[in-house]
């Protein structure tokens, strides 16, 4: 069994994808944009105490809380296809597709949220995804987050979480871009930094995880 576990934003993507996301759907009624001065608040606060998902909570609350699962399925399976079509680093596809080919198991773990990231993990052949949990008042969006942040040391335990369940024998990648990915590439037997910051690599080499540039 070999595992490949790859990170999303900035990984896959150019760039980070919920924002822009939020961003595609409130457009569709421009003066859904003025929904964004309540996510202000949060804004500030995290600017003070660092909380990536209280932040993300409030996002969604403050702008989509209220939208139906299927609008929003419609809303990210046009987003996820354009992402893949004019925002993924070239290198990002044709290694998914190696490891597809070769016949690993492909898990998409992720920080952002499971009302449209299972859709990139659909249309880029994975088969899995972990992602962070969103709450859905039967099919409206409430924008809750049901699970811890998918992030740094919490991803770290899913990827133990998702050997242990699989083979704990299992030969693993592991890809993504940033600092806070470093504790789960370091638990896999091939751990690569992709495009990351200078004081990423140096952190990277220093617990024996590769760094390499994607493009």
Known sequence: MTIACFDLDGTITHRDTLFPLVLRILAQRPLRLLRLLGVLPAAL????DGDRAALKQALLRRTLRGMSRDVLLQFSRE????????DCFAEALATIRRHKEAGHYLVLMSASVDFYVPEFGRQLGFDHVISTGVRFDGEILDGTLT????????????FRELVAARDDDAHTFAY?????????????????????????????????????DWV
């Open 45 to 48: 606060r995290f600017l003070v």
């Open 147 to 158: 699970t811890a942040n998918r992030r740094g040391e919490e991803k770290a335990r899913c």
């Open 79 to 86: 987003f996820v296809r354009d992402k893949i079509a004019n």
């Open 176 to 212: 993504g871009n940033a600092a806070s990915d470093l504790p789960h590439l370091r638990l896999a037997r091939f751990g690569i930094l992709v495009n990351g910051s200078l004081a990423a690599r140096r952190a990277a080499a220093a617990l024996g995880v590769t760094a390499v």
